[in-house]
């Protein structure tokens, strides 16, 4: 699987969009992209995922380049609540597992920090 | 249940005590994790289940571990004779997995057990 590269830490200021970024130059084209989160004492939280297009669910929007490098998960208006540790994570398509093991492997995440 | 429950949440052993955790997954949820996660750091994977199936067990740092699954839902991690390093906190996830799916495979967690070795 692809590796990851994101910042260690950000801070937002409650009510501001957060933009949280991603490097995954070496993805291939059968891998998605995922975003998982963690808020402290809980265990990790799906938050996103895509492949190629842009994607928006209830809790974040996914703006992913075009040549699939880089990608951006953006939460609209951060609170308090969204504070936590973001990791994206970069999988092979589910089709394409080939019966291996369909595992996420995490790197160490960006510490996003909300600010009130 | 509606989640992935896990128990103990917490766990203190002596070392070289015997533990055992346990992991509730999500029913008919044919696909199960454990992962490990030491204080600061992500998850490391430590093995996966299909069904009752061990298919993967790379992650597993020793010997003194085991984890089994004998009916395909319910799992349980053993750690034997622990030593210090093997405190963090233990977290098992599961999937629907892949078969048959056309989209990602998204894994639910549980709260996880966090194992503390003195």
């Known amino acids: 699987d692809a590796k990851t590269t994101q910042p260690t830490s950000m801070d937002c200021a409650e009510g501001r969009a957060a933009n949280l970024p991603c490097n995954h130059s070496?993805?291939?084209?059968?891998?998605?992209v995922y975003w998982y989160r963690q808020i402290h004492s809980q265990g990790p939280q799906y938050i996103i995922h895509?492949?190629?297009n842009n994607e928006t669910n209830e809790m974040a929007s996914l703006i992913i380049t075009e040549d699939r490098k880089s990608s951006t998960l953006i939460l609209p208006h951060a609170t308090l609540r969204d504070t936590a540790v973001y990791y994206c994570?970069?999988?092979?398509?589910?089709?394409?597992?080939?019966?291996?093991?369909?595992?996420?492997?995490f790197g160490t995440g960006t510490l996003l920090a909300v600010q009130p | 249940g509606a989640g992935v429950s896990q128990s103990p949440r917490y766990k203190v052993a002596k070392r070289g005590q015997d533990v055992a955790l346990r992991c509730d997954p999500i029913?008919?949820?044919?696909?199960l994790f454990w992962y490990q996660q030491a204080l600061g750091q992500g998850p490391e994977f430590l093995t996966y289940?299909?069904?009752?199936?061990?298919?993967?067990k790379s992650g597993l740092p020793s010997d003194r571990f085991f984890a089994e699954r004998p009916e395909g839902s319910v799992s349980t991690l053993k750690i034997q004779r622990t030593q210090q390093e093997d405190s963090a906190v233990y977290l098992c996830?599961?999937?629907?997995?892949?078969?048959?799916?056309?989209?990602?495979?998204?894994?639910?967690f549980g709260a996880g057990s966090r194992l503390t070795v003195l």
């Open positions: 029913s008919g949820h044919v696909s």
């Open positions: 996830a599961s999937s629907l997995g892949f078969q048959g799916t056309t989209g990602a495979n998204v894994l639910t």
């Open positions: 289940f299909q069904n009752e199936a061990q298919l993967d």
């Open positions: 070496t993805i291939s084209g059968n891998e998605y």
């Open positions: 895509g492949l190629k």
């Open positions: 994570i970069v999988r092979v398509k589910p089709q394409d597992y080939g019966g291996a093991t369909n595992k996420l492997i």
